[in-house]
């Protein structure tokens, strides 16, 4: 199945799925807690050993196109987690990601991850990029940046192939098996703010 997230609607609270989901959202605001069931407890290890860690793991991918938003929301203090099959933006699409300055985001990728067509994914409400993982997981198909795509935070693709192209802009690492950057792209390393 598919949550499909319309108009300008906000989801808040914690809801509880029995299988996995893919997210269609083309301006909708997901500030709740997403548990997958299976997914949850796979993870109860994790939220063991963090009590403030939160997996999101509703749905199996994101992929956003046509000027479609997504805000994904962590409470000051939280580890909010993903675990996705893929990840594709175009279009003029923004991810924000959205919570304090200690608020920790984990984006695990097992397949494709993309950026492409204006692209960006952005901080807000005062999280640091240093607090931000990307990790694409596994060998597979390179990791691509094009068309003015921008990215906050840390991407770690350790056994992949990193194409940074065109006017794309990486505020964060990267940190990558091969990493090809054209002479237009831009990777800055920003500071790390202190607590």
Not at 106 to 117: C, P, R
Not at 120 to 129: E, M, P
């Amino acid at each position: 199945g598919m949550i499909r997230v319309l108009g300008h609607t906000v989801i808040n609270g914690d809801m509880y799925y029995t299988s996995h989901r893919r997210l269609w959202a083309p301006q909708g605001a997901v500030t709740g807690v997403y548990f997958n069931r299976q997914g949850f407890l796979l993870h109860d290890s994790v939220n063991t050993a963090r009590a403030s860690a939160r997996i999101t793991a509703a749905f199996d991918s994101i992929e956003l196109s046509q000027n479609q938003n997504l805000t994904l929301t962590g409470a000051p203090g939280e580890n909010v987690v993903l675990n996705l099959e893929n990840f594709q933006m175009s279009g003029d699409s923004i991810l924000t990601l959205q919570g304090g300055a200690n608020t920790i985001f984990t984006i695990n990728v097992t397949h494709q991850f993309s950026l492409a067509d204006n692209a960006r994914i952005v901080l807000a409400g005062g999280v640091d990029w240093s607090n931000v993982l990307f990790r694409v997981r596994g060998r597979g198909s390179a990791v691509r940046f094009t068309g003015n795509a921008r990215l906050e935070g840390i991407l770690l693709a350790r056994r992949r192939t990193v194409s940074i192209r065109d006017q794309t802009v990486i505020n964060g690492l990267v940190l990558a098996h091969h990493r090809f950057v054209s002479n237009t792209a831009q990777i800055i390393h920003p500071s790390i703010v202190s607590p």
